[in-house]
C-alpha cells in the first residue's frame, strides 16, 4: 500500500501535535461547530469567559455591549485593523481581551476543523 502525503499529513497534523505539545487546548469539531457565531466564527463561550476574568467587575451587558462593536469593526472594510487595534489595547474600548503581561492568564486553543476528522 502506497503511503499518502499531503497537506494534511505533512503539516496539519504535525502542527496540532506541536501546539498540543507547547500546551494547547484542542478543541474538537462538535464543541466549536455548537459554539461559534456563525457570522465571524468567534467561540462566544471563551471569547465570554475571558471577558469576565480579564475585566474584574465588568457585567454580562457590558460584555454584550462589547461584542456588538466586535462584530461591527470585523465587518469593516479595513482588513480587521480596527479589530486588531482592540486586542492591542490601542482600540477606543476600555476592556481587555488578552492579557498582554501575563501570558498564563490567556486560552491557547486549535480548533481546526479538518483535523478534527481524528477525534
Not at 497534523?13 to 456563525?38: A, Q, R, W
Not at 457585567?59 to 469593516?76: A, G, M, R, S, V
Amino acid at each position: 500500500m502506497a503511503t499518502q502525503f499531503n497537506e494534511m499529513t505533512r503539516v496539519q497534523f504535525p502542527g496540532m501535535i506541536h501546539l498540543l505539545k507547547l500546551g494547547y487546548e484542542f478543541i474538537p469539531k462538535h464543541t466549536v461547530e455548537s459554539n461559534k457565531d456563525p457570522e465571524n466564527n468567534i467561540l462566544l463561550p471563551i471569547l465570554k469567559e475571558q471577558f469576565l476574568k480579564l475585566n474584574p467587575g465588568a457585567t454580562e451587558k457590558e460584555f454584550d455591549d462589547e461584542y456588538k462593536e466586535i462584530k461591527i469593526e470585523l465587518t469593516n472594510n479595513d482588513l480587521g485593523k480596527e479589530f486588531f487595534d482592540r486586542i492591542q489595547n490601542k482600540g477606543n474600548s476600555k476592556f481587555r481581551l488578552i492579557d498582554w503581561e501575563n501570558w498564563k492568564n490567556n486560552i491557547f486553543a486549535n480548533c481546526n476543523n479538518k483535523l478534527n476528522t481524528f477525534s
